[in-house]
């Protein structure tokens, strides 16, 4: 196996395994996934949410958005309401209980990360966590240049 293949195949790996555990203890301790944890975050992070920002967010089809913010407002999580602005698109917003649950289900997410990290030295983490976010970005950018 080639470097490069090696370290695709260890990354798929690593965020396979972490997103289960994290997602498998919000689900015992909240009731939700970490799917469903990341859209409430990305909704209570951006005033003025729309699916179309959660979808350049996480990268995954407009469809699959749409569907998954269905769930959650029928889950009475979120809200959606017409844009000011542009009537074929919907402002999406936390409702109490969304925001309460978000709240109460941070500290365990955090909890889970730190937990499933610990033995890893913290220099390294950062030195990952910097070199993921520049091939992030690149990514990224070739999406948008339609490459």
Not at 109 to 115: R, T, V
């Amino acid at each position: 196996m080639t470097d490069i293949t090696r370290l695709f195949t260890d990354l798929v790996r690593v965020e396979t395994r972490l997103y289960n555990a994290v997602s498998d203890r919000l689900r015992a301790e909240h009731g939700i996934g970490l799917g469903q944890f990341e859209f409430l975050q990305i909704i209570d992070g951006r005033p003025g949410c729309r699916v179309l920002d959660i979808v350049r967010e996480v990268g995954i089809t407009v469809g699959a958005v749409s569907k998954a913010v269905d769930r959650l407002e029928s889950a009475g999580l979120c809200v959606r309401a017409a844009h000011p602005e542009d009537r074929r698109s919907s402002v999406l917003s936390l409702t109490p209980e969304g925001s309460r649950l978000l709240a109460a289900a941070r500290p365990t997410f955090e909890a889970e990360l730190a937990a499933r990290t610990a033995a890893v030295p913290a220099a390294d983490l950062a030195r990952t966590a910097g070199t993921l976010t520049i091939l992030r970005t690149v990514l990224e950018e070739h999406q948008r240049d339609g490459a």
